[in-house]
């Protein structure tokens, strides 16, 4: 492919076979009167027939019938010669004289739907009969020929195919065909890797030795992280599961945030949570059945950094919070939906993003890292903890109180940025330490943000994402009043820090459980 002069075809032979009849009536009315016969097979032929058409059923045509019950129909060699053949080859021409085979000009073909099969039903048997061959080896024989064959797979390009055709009185160019070959390809190699990623699901292969990334592309954005970077967003399906109904586009980083927002505001208690995310680190968490207060201890822990962030509900915004949350700046407010009165709050700030992500479900799917050539694969980190995971390792017993928040404290450390440090009162976060070289510099963070924006009379407890390599990290949370922290051990100096935390009366509980975020 590349830049060649116009070169037209004239398309005097189409063969149309399609499981998305949309939008028919119009391109055959083009194709008939541009004098272009057509040939079709099982429900296209019938639909071409009942829009009163004409239209040669590929059976008639190849003189050979369906047979296996529709899995062979287009699988014939008066078919494919007829695609591949190349119009200015002399061998090609004479084998298909005495064959009596004739030329395809173009072929209008898209697949079963292999992929809304996989949403409908698990029935093994019934999604392996929606796993198109015939299709597919017609669009990837037309692709391969697209010097003298046109190919469209989607009603999404009749249009254009109808313009080319208008335009050029009956034919295609080079550049058209060109287009709708890449197109082609893309769509067969799309295809395919919904089917091996189904095979490798059903057989719980997440590392198979050729990993197919795919997606559908929502979106080009206007730059990445930097307005020097290209960006676009993909989605494996058609959409991404979420709906934005007030404000400006979404951004590159923009998406990254509010996917780290969600991944944290659905992995807590349905109706009680609330998260503050600022450049895809959380900066305040918070459960509580009021939802008001979820949002104001959440903000409470971090209120600096929560200006220009995003704020993430696993509820639906009333009237009361949406007067709230407009009192500081954000650029994204996300939501299991929203109520009217609420809405009528939020328009007072036309530019805000509201997005309602009620249909938003975290999913253990394999994320993906990509650097030069390579890609780096690893499973969601998803593993939800209760006390049977923990091992209590000082003397002093952790209390009712101080067990469930740190629990909830370890559960937020993993969506911090290592090393990360979460300090926690009352199921909220009070002071977050992220993204240091030294863990010792997180504590310090943590503490100094609970010091300057709390004033707690309850317990406050810690929790960190890997082992203390050294007594000074545990040592500096207590010494700033910490009566319980979680770690997940494995440090040579474990001995060392039991011992500390016996000398000071701490609460010190093993997770045994690492939750590295880089």
């Known amino acids: 492919m590349g830049n060649h002069q116009t070169i037209m075809k004239k398309i005097k032979k189409a063969l149309i076979s399609v499981s998305d009849k949309k939008n028919l009536e119009n391109l055959l009315k083009v194709l008939t009167k541009n004098k272009i016969e057509l040939i079709s097979s099982g429900g296209t032929y019938k639909e071409i027939k009942k829009l009163k058409f004409k239209c040669l059923e590929v059976s008639e045509y190849t003189n050979s019938p369906e047979i296996l019950g529709g899995r062979v129909k287009t699988l014939h060699p008066k078919i494919h010669a007829g695609i ?115 095979f490798n699901n059903i057989k719980k292969n997440n590392f198979p030795k050729k990993k197919i990334i795919y997606g559908n592309l929502i979106e080009k954005l206007r730059y990445g992280e930097n307005p020097h970077q290209e960006s676009a967003i993909y989605s494996k399906k058609s959409n991404l599961n979420i709906k934005q109904i007030q404000g400006k586009k979404l951004s590159y980083n923009n998406y ?19 998260v503050i995310v600022k450049h895809a680190n959380p900066c305040g968490v918070s459960m509580h059945k009021d939802n008001l207060k979820s949002y104001k201890m959440a903000l409470a822990c971090d ?45 007072k700030k036309k530019n805000l ?23 780096l694969a690893q499973s ?61 510099d997180s504590c310090q963070i943590a503490i100094d943000k609970m010091n300057k924006f709390q004033n707690l ?19 500096k949370l207590v010494q700033s009043g910490i009566t319980a922290v979680i770690q997940p051990s494995g440090s040579i100096r474990d001995k060392d820090i039991i011992k500390f935390a016996n000398q000071t009366n701490t609460v010190l509980i093993f997770s045994k459980t690492r939750h590295f975020r880089h």
């Open 256 to 274: 990254n945030d509010m996917f780290s927002a969600l991944t944290i505001s659905k992995s807590l208690p349905k109706n009680t949570g609330t």
């Open 84 to 198: 591949l053949s190349k119009r200015k080859n002399k061998s090609h021409k004479k084998d298909l004289k005495n064959n009596n085979f004739e030329e395809i000009d173009l072929v209008i073909v898209n697949f079963y739907p292999f992929e809304n099969t996989l949403e409908q039903t698990n029935n093994h048997l019934k999604i392996i009969e929606n796993i198109d061959v015939g299709g597919p080896t017609m669009v990837r024989a037309a692709a391969k020929n697209y010097n003298d064959v046109t190919v469209v797979t989607s009603p999404g390009q009749y249009d254009e195919l109808i313009e080319e055709i208008k335009k050029y009185k009956g034919s295609t160019s080079l550049e058209f065909r060109e287009k709708m070959s890449l197109e082609a390809f893309s769509e067969t190699s799309y295809y395919d890797a919904v089917i091996s990623n189904y």
């Open 380 to 440: 969601e980190d998803l593993k939800k903890f209760n006390i049977k995971d923990f091992k209590v390792v000082s003397k002093n017993k952790p209390t009712k109180s101080q067990l469930k928040n740190l629990i909830f404290a370890f559960n937020v450390c993993r969506y911090v940025k290592s090393n990360a440090i979460v300090l926690a009162s009352d199921e909220t976060t009070v002071g977050i330490g992220s993204g240091q070289p030294s863990r010792l």
């Open 457 to 475: 009379n309850d317990d406050v407890v810690a929790a960190s994402d890997a082992f203390f390599p050294f007594v000074d990290g545990i040592e």
């Open 353 to 375: 993003r509201l997005v309602d992500a009620t249909k938003f479900i975290m999913s253990d799917t394999i994320n993906f890292n990509s650097i030069n050539n390579s890609i």
């Open 303 to 347: 209120p600096v950094s929560a200006f220009g962030g995003i704020v993430s509900c696993n509820f639906k915004i009333n009237k009361d919070l949406a007067t709230e949350l407009n009192k500081i700046f954000l650029e994204i407010v996300i939501a299991d939906g929203f109520d009217s009165e609420s809405l009528k709050v939020f328009k």
